[in-house]
Structure formats: structure tokens, C-alpha cells
């Protein structure tokens, strides 16, 4: 993740990419609380809904990789196989925790870039 | 610039275009849902509005159907920001958005967005898009649609429900309510959305949907196991509360309307207590009857013996003329139960009516009278001086609702089954003659409506009536096959409806009862041994001396096996049996069957403080002879004899 780079295809400043990524975490973290209690539920409607939710904030920004695993669990839970999710989920949750750490990371560096 | 309403569930989108909109200079203010941007609209005028088509509580495009709706809003820029764009099977012009995007990566997504806000400045909202922006970007994806079309088949079976159905939020805000639900409150989507359930209901009720509400939330049970009928405008409703298992914060509510339901188990309850009152009356005119039977008889045995010359002969003749009186109060009660003389034969009417109503206005000429008497009417199978009757008490029903001036309507014609089925009573198939009476008076409450069949309920001052010209309408009305229905306002008038069947069936003739003076003829010395047959005493006792000065022998049962025994022992000298039809043990019926199997041509003359409907009726069907209804007196007694006794033709 290029903070610099989103910023300027998208025509905004680094820290109003920083404040969406952030929104970003947020609100996927509280969707993956919603996903492992359908998981354990067995809620298929909940978990197809819930991925549905991720898959479509991650293709904003294009975090690709969560994107997709977040679609093979809507296409898993669409075929009726709701025992073999904990991959997926597992891959989200790594890469949730890539970007956080990513970002945290640029904004220490940027920071202290800032300091006089 | 101008303001810019985004409405979204998801925070990441709402961050974004506000930003970027930002940035561009416009005031942008947020809504996660359909229901929170309603509100926004109530304190702000947004020129654009970007709204996302799956939203929890309101929907997308029950949003924009509403906002086309809003006097202040309808003219504003609508741009429909969806993921499901691309999939959806909804045409784009449902909506009636301005503009559609399509969600996607946000570069891309964000110059349409910027597009679509110049196009909005420039085009001065009146532009409409028919294409998706941002198509290009992402491919349809069968999954979304598949996710859409469930969507869209719930949506189906909810709008074809009959019951209503709203959905709640946890601030006990309307946020979906389908087709039935719509009609059942008569209130338009935009209104009933985002309305607080409980203001749909008027003070008193809303206390008892809110003590319902309450004991609902406050147990860990599923669905509700009862529901709770209310009143919400003129309609009875049955509601149940389902809270959502998997969203506690949202409940179900389920709106049932059981107006009609309701209506019919009113008249349900009210026909049948009118039938219990019917029976115990009844039975209350045939105790009578015996005792007037007694009183009767031994006055005319009385009178029999006295010269008119007799101080207390005038006295008798009051007695008679006071039993008389009696005589037709429970003539009015059998009447009432449907158990009085029933005389079928063709009727016109039209021509009833008319005679009827000349007597009538003779004695109310303040009032103004007009009939719409139907010239091609069919003609009516029915009891003359039954319905006579009916149409008399109708009429000084509305006289006496019209104390002063007055206009009373008396309307004639034929409908059919169809027609009249939709009041509160189902009628059988067929032809039937409606009856009219419309008076201007003083009308009635609900209360008085609700009793005013019944035999002695009266709302006028003691000693002006008897509470039985209702009554005995009901009973001719339903003895009669028909069916009989009232409009009152108070202040503003009555309508009575009777409706006739043109066709009846199972009706009987029966002789009618003679005047005192009508018969006399010279008696042989001795005819014949008549077995009179009642479990009555004192009535066996008067019945047996009126028979002997009829110069009949007698011989006297007061139960039905004593009457078989007689029977047997004296069979060669009995030229006729008087039978009661109402005995304890052994009833008139059997003795019948058993004396008919002694002797098929024996003669019997029935006699009831009933009458001949019901069993006397059958029983003439089947070989008996006459019918007598008591209280009898001597003439009428000697009248029924000799005609049962005359030769038979073969």
C-alpha cells in the first residue's frame, strides 16, 4: 500500500487517505466480528451479506487480495459449503493486520517528517 | 455551492465523497440509512443526493419513491450510487433518479461523482441519465444478482400478503411497511415511513399497543404466542409483534384486519342470543296458552249456563275479552320464536304495502310519506297476515321515531343474493324482494340497534308500547326464510332492509280459528267418545266438560301411556283423539305413530300451546287430522271437531 500514490489517484491528501484507510480497518474489523459470529451461527445469509460488505469496501480501494478472499467465501456460502471458511477468513484477517501495521508505520514515519 | 446529501450504510463511502466533495467546495452532509436521511430533509434543502440502493431500514429506492414524492425535494438531483448497478434486473428508470454510478474502485468512482455534481450545477436538475456510469469497471457478477433476485422475491410475497406488515427500529420507527400495510392504516408511504408506530394509533389504544409492546420486550420469547386487537381508524385490527431473531433491536409487526370477522361474530352472538331469547319466549307463550286454555274454557262453561240477564255475565265477557288480549301478546311471542300460525299463499306486495300505509298516514298525517313500490315486483309466497304485520310495525316504528314532522320512505324491489351479500348476514342463493322503510326521526345508538329485536325491550315511555312490534318483525322476517338489516344516526334517521326470499318451501295451511259467533248448528244427542289426550290437569279437566256439552262422551289421559291403554280398551267407541304435542315421557309424536298403528284411519286432532309449525306440521303431513293452538276457546273447539269429523270424500 503506497499511501502517496492513492492520494494522488484520488485526488486527495495523504491524510485524508490515511483517515479512509482507517475507516477502512474499522469497520472490516467489526465485519469480521459479524462473519465469525454467522460462521459459528451457521447464518449463511448473515456471513453472504457480511462478506458482501467487505468485498465491496476492499474493491474501493483496491485491497485486491481481501477482496477476493472475501468473494470466494460469498461463493462458498452460495454453494452450501459453510465448514470451510476458516481460510479465507484467516487471510483477511492477516492482511487487515498488514495494512494496519503499514499504516501506522507511514504515520510514525510522517510524523516525524512533520517534526521541526 | 450548494449542499450535497450523501446516504449510505457503509462509513467508507460516506468519508469518501464527503471528502472529495469537500474539497470541491459543497456542504455535504451524511445519512446511514434511508430512515436517518429522512430526517436530515427535515431541516435541509440538498440540491444533489447520492443515495445507495441497499440500505438497512429504508431502502434505496423507497427512498428515492418517497423523496419524488416530498413537495420540497421532489425537484432535487437523485444520483443512485450502487454496487448492485451492474447486476440489478430493476430498470434504471425505476428509481426516477437523475443519474446512476456504480460503485467501484474510487478513482474511477470519483470522477463520475464529480461529473454528475457539475452536470447537476449546470443542467439546473432537470438532466436524467438512462446508463449506469462506471460500468466499465467492474464486471456483473452473477452472485450480486442472485442476492438481488432473492431480494426481489421477498418483496413479491410481501406485497402480495394480505396482512400488513411493518418493520420497527429499535426507536420504535416505521422503516418498511408493505402494500397491506399501506391500505390497512390509509396512510401514504411517505407518511407511515419513519413515523413512530405508536402515533398511528389514537390515545386510547396507543396505551394498550404500548402495554403490549412493553410485556413483548421485556420476555426473552420469540414470536408473540397472542396478539392484541385494536381499533386504528374505523378498522379492528389484530396485531402481533415478532422480534428479529438475529437483530434484536428490530421487531415484525404483523397487521391484521378483522373488521368483517369481527362484524360476523357480533351478528353471530346477537342472532344466537336472539334464537335463546326466541326459545325461552316460546316456552313462555305455551305455559300461557295452557293457563288461558283453563281460564277459557271454564268461562265458557260459565257463560254457557248464565242468561246475558246475569249480573256477572258482563263480567265473563271480560275475562274473554282480557284472555283475548293475552292471546295475541303470545300470538306476537310464538310469532317472535317462529312458532306462530303460519298461512302460505301468493302476495302482491305492493298492494299490501299500499292498503297498510293508507291505514297508516290516516293516523299520522304530519308525516310525509312516499313509496317507490317497484311495478315489475315479484310476487311473494308468504303469510298475509304476517306480513301485514311486519310492514304495520315498521311503520309505527318510524311514526314513533317522528314525534313531530317527519318524511318516511317505503321502498319495493327485486334483487338477488349477490347484491345483499355483502351486509352482514350471508343469504342463500336466489331471487328476493327487498323492503325498504326509511323514516327521518330521531335515530338510533349502537346499543339500542343491538336490541331492538328483542321481545320486550323498549325505549319508549311505560304503557306506549309492549316491546314486541321489533320482535315479532325479526321473527316474520326469519319464519319467512329472510333476512332483515338496520342503519341508524342518531339525529338523522332509520333505514330497515328486509329481504324476502321470492321462493319458500315447507310452508303449511292451516284452518283458521273462527269467531264465537261464526258456528252454530244443531248437535246430535250423543256423538261419539272422543279420547282427549294432555298431561295438563287442569286443562284435561275444562277440555273434558266442554266436550260433554258438546254431548261428547270422554275419555281423559294425561299422559301418553295411559292414552294407548285407553285406546286399546274403549277402541270401537273413539271417533277421535285429541292429542297434546308437548307431554313429558311419551311426546304427542309417539302416541300418534302408535295410535296410527292400531288403526291407520283413526282421526286425531292435534292441539299445542305451540303451534303448527315444526312437529305439528309434520305430523299433519302424515295423517293427522287438524290442528288446534290453544288457548281454544268452546266455538273454535266444536268448529275444529266437526270439520275433522265431517265424511271423508273416499
Known sequence: MDIATLARELGLDEEDVRRLVHTFLDSTEQDLVRLGRAFSEKDAVQLRATAHHINGAAGNLEFNEIAEAALAIEEKVRAGIIEDLAAPIKLIRSRLEMIRSQLSREEKDHGRSDIP | ?650
Do not use: W
Not at chain 2, 55 to 76: A, E, L
Not at chain 2, 443 to 460: H, L, N, Q, S, W
Open chain 2, 1 to 650: 455551492m450548494f449542499e450535497v446529501l450523501v446516504i449510505d450504510n457503509h462509513p467508507l463511502i460516506r468519508e469518501y465523497v464527503s471528502t472529495l466533495l469537500g474539497k470541491e467546495g459543497y456542504t455535504v452532509l451524511c445519512a446511514e440509512d434511508g430512515l436517518a436521511a429522512l430526517d436530515v430533509l427535515k431541516t435541509s434543502n440538498p440540491k444533489v443526493i447520492f443515495v445507495d440502493l441497499i440500505m438497512p431500514n429504508i431502502d434505496g429506492q423507497t427512498f428515492c419513491r418517497i423523496v419524488r414524492r416530498m413537495p420540497q425535494h421532489k425537484d432535487c438531483f437523485l444520483v443512485v450510487l450502487s454496487a448492485t448497478a451492474a447486476e440489478s434486473t430493476t430498470p434504471v428508470g425505476v428509481c426516477k433518479a437523475n443519474a446512476y454510478i456504480a460503485k467501484g474502485p474510487f478513482k474511477k468512482m470519483g470522477e463520475h461523482i464529480l461529473d454528475v455534481v457539475e452536470l447537476a450545477a449546470q443542467s439546473n436538475f432537470t438532466a436524467v441519465e438512462t446508463e449506469i456510469r462506471g460500468l466499465e469497471d467492474i464486471h456483473a457478477r452473477e452472485i450480486t444478482k442472485e442476492l438481488l433476485l432473492l431480494k426481489h422475491h421477498f418483496e413479491v410475497v410481501l406485497a402480495s400478503m394480505s396482512e400488513g406488515i411493518l418493520e420497527i427500529n429499535r426507536e420504535g420507527r416505521i422503516v418498511y411497511a408493505n402494500g397491506a400495510a399501506l391500505e390497512i392504516t390509509k396512510m401514504a408511504e411517505e407518511r407511515l415511513l419513519s413515523l413512530r408506530f405508536l402515533e398511528l394509533f389514537q390515545e386510547g389504544a396507543r396505551d394498550s399497543v404500548a402495554s403490549y409492546l412493553r410485556e413483548l420486550s421485556g420476555s426473552d420469547a420469540g414470536p408473540s404466542s397472542t396478539g392484541i386487537e385494536i381499533q386504528l381508524e374505523d378498522k379492528e385490527l389484530e396485531l402481533r409483534l415478532y422480534p428479529i431473531r438475529d437483530d434484536g433491536e428490530k421487531s415484525i409487526v404483523l397487521l391484521m384486519d378483522i373488521t368483517e370477522r369481527k362484524r360476523f361474530e357480533d351478528q353471530l352472538r346477537s342472532s344466537q342470543r336472539l334464537e335463546s331469547i326466541g326459545t325461552l319466549a316460546a316456552g313462555v307463550a305455551h305455559d300461557f296458552n295452557n293457563l288461558l286454555t283453563v281460564i277459557r274454557g271454564n268461562v265458557d262453561i260459565m257463560t254457557m249456563d248464565l242468561q246475558q240477564t246475569h249480573p256477572h255475565y258482563e263480567r265473563l265477557q271480560e275475562i274473554l275479552r282480557q284472555v283475548q288480549s293475552a292471546k295475541r301478546l303470545t300470538g306476537q311471542l310464538l310469532g317472535y320464536a317462529r312458532k306462530g300460525r303460519f298461512e302460505v299463499r301468493l302476495l302482491d306486495l305492493n298492494q299490501l304495502i299500499r292498503e297498510t300505509v293508507e291505514t297508516f298516514g290516516r293516523t299520522r298525517k304530519e308525516i310525509s310519506i312516499h313509496m317507490q313500490l317497484d311495478p315489475k315486483l315479484e310476487v311473494l309466497e308468504g303469510d298475509a297476515g304476517q306480513i301485514e304485520q311486519l310492514v304495520l310495525n315498521l311503520l309505527l316504528n318510524a311514526g314513533d321515531a317522528m314525534p313531530g314532522q317527519g318524511t318516511l320512505d317505503i321502498l319495493t324491489r327485486n334483487v338477488s343474493h349477490e347484491e345483499i351479500s355483502g351486509n352482514v348476514f350471508t343469504p342463500k342463493e336466489g331471487a328476493y324482494i327487498v323492503i325498504a322503510v326509511h323514516d327521518t326521526g330521531i335515530g338510533m345508538d349502537a346499543e339500542t340497534r343491538e336490541r331492538i329485536f328483542e321481545p320486550f325491550f323498549t325505549t319508549k315511555q311505560m304503557g306506549r308500547g309492549t316491546g314486541l312490534g321489533l320482535a315479532s318483525v325479526y321473527g316474520a322476517v326469519k319464519g319467512h326464510g329472510g333476512y332483515i338489516d338496520v342503519d341508524s344516526q342518531i339525529g338523522k334517521g332509520t333505514t330497515f332492509r328486509i329481504y324476502l326470499p321470492v321462493k319458500r318451501q315447507g310452508s303449511a295451511e292451516v284452518s283458521a280459528e273462527l269467531q264465537q259467533d261464526e258456528i252454530d248448528s244443531p248437535e246430535p244427542l250423543n256423538r261419539g267418545t272422543i279420547l282427549l289426550v294432555d298431561d295438563e290437569q287442569a286443562v284435561l279437566k275444562v277440555a273434558a266438560e266442554i266436550l260433554r256439552k258438546l254431548r261428547f262422551n270422554v275419555l281423559a289421559a294425561d299422559s301418553g301411556r295411559e292414552a294407548l291403554r285407553l285406546y286399546r280398551g274403549n277402541r270401537e267407541d273413539v271417533v277421535l283423539v285429541i292429542l297434546d304435542i308437548v307431554m313429558p315421557g311419551m311426546g304427542g309424536s309417539e302416541v300418534f305413530h302408535q295410535l296410527r298403528q292400531l288403526d291407520p284411519e283413526l282421526r286425531v286432532l292435534l292441539c299445542s300451546g305451540y303451534s303448527i309449525q315444526g312437529e305439528a306440521d309434520r305430523l299433519m303431513g302424515i295423517g293427522a287430522s287438524g290442528f288446534i293452538q290453544k288457548p281454544f276457546s268452546l266455538r273454535s273447539l266444536e268448529h275444529s271437531i266437526n270439520e275433522v269429523l265431517q265424511p271423508q270424500d273416499n
